[in-house]
């Protein structure tokens, strides 16, 4: 039976260290690192993750901000209020919170972003620093992944990774990290024949492809690490990952729940970034 990875536990281990890192710059340099969070629209989801976040920020000692927009708001306007923060030394993170209103153009605006404040990664500039393996951003969920693998000593080095999905915002990211760390990288996706016998050489398997318990017992080999980014709700309502944990936890050396596996680490990462470019800003 598997290990269970908990994001829980490794999350406030990081968000302790963040304190302290926020505790320390403050004493030296008297900077307070701030997080703007944008929210354009009236999303239940984006709503609550945001408000765990403006939590998360006071818990760690750091300022936030929170602008909310309503769904009307024009293109330019959202593009002004970037600006504005952009130029706001009080401010060293921007999360432009996702889904936009559909007249918005979402690649515009997160490009619009100084790639000196983009806290979540996703500017091309920053894109580009992971690739060539000298991150200035790392984004939040492959991050938060990495570090998990490293509280649990679990080697990278030499390891066959499979990542299920390619998506800008987990699959690419995180197989660049792992690449980085000297793991052999595979990239599967909706187009792979068969992707079950890709799945089954994985030493380490990243689950990121939307689907409620796509991966079963069947795709993982025996002693594989899993980790399920996906969150889904089934039939019943629950919520749930891309992994059918009961069969394959059996099979697993180690796994990530859902809840309490990856969702756990990805504000911490958020902070561990906003800190990390209010360090920036002080030299």
Same mark, same amino acid.
Request: aromatic fraction near 4%; proline fraction near 5%; charge should be negative.
């Given at each position: ?9 490794? $999350? ?14 403050? =004493? ?16 239940? %989801? ?114 066959? %990774? ?12 995180? $197989? ?35 689907? %409620?318990?796509?991966?079963? =017992? ?44 990856? =969702? ?17 800003? $002080?030299?």
């Amino acid at each position: 039976m598997a290990e269970i990875i908990d994001g829980k536990k490794v $999350s406030e281990h990081i968000r302790a260290e963040i304190a302290q890192g926020v505790e320390k710059l403050k =004493g030296e340099t008297d900077i307070t690192p701030g997080l703007a969070a944008v929210l354009v629209g009236e999303d239940p %989801a984006s709503e609550i993750y945001v408000r765990n976040k403006r939590k998360a920020c006071a818990n760690a000692g750091m300022y936030s901000e929170e602008h909310k927009l309503p769904a009307k708001t024009t293109e330019q306007e959202l593009l002004n209020l970037v600006d504005r923060l952009n130029n706001d030394p009080n401010i060293h993170g921007i999360l432009v919170q996702l889904p936009l209103p559909d007249h918005i153009d979402e690649t515009k605006v997160l490009r619009a972003v100084s790639p000196l404040k983009d806290v979540d990664g996703f500017h091309p500039y920053n894109v580009g620093l992971l690739v060539e393996g000298n991150p200035r951003f790392i984004s939040c969920t492959p991050h938060g992944i990495i570090k998990m693998l490293e509280f649990y000593n679990i080697d990278i080095t030499g390891k066959e %990774a499979v990542i299920v999905g390619r998506s800008n915002i987990v699959g690419k990211p995180v $197989s660049m990290l792992l690449l980085h760390r000297h793991a052999t990288v595979t990239i599967g996706h909706s187009r792979t024949k068969p992707l079950d016998e890709v799945t089954k050489r994985a030493d380490i398997l990243v689950a990121a492809i939307g689907r %409620a318990n796509f991966i079963t =017992g069947d795709m993982v080999k025996e002693g594989a690490v899993v980790i399920d980014v996906g969150i889904n709700r089934n039939e019943e309502g629950k919520l749930t990952g891309d992994v059918d944990f009961e069969a394959v936890s059996k099979k697993a050396s180690y796994i990530t729940p859902v809840p309490g596996g990856v =969702g756990p680490m990805t504000i911490s990462m958020l902070l561990w970034n906003t800190l990390e470019s209010a360090k920036a800003s $002080s030299k």
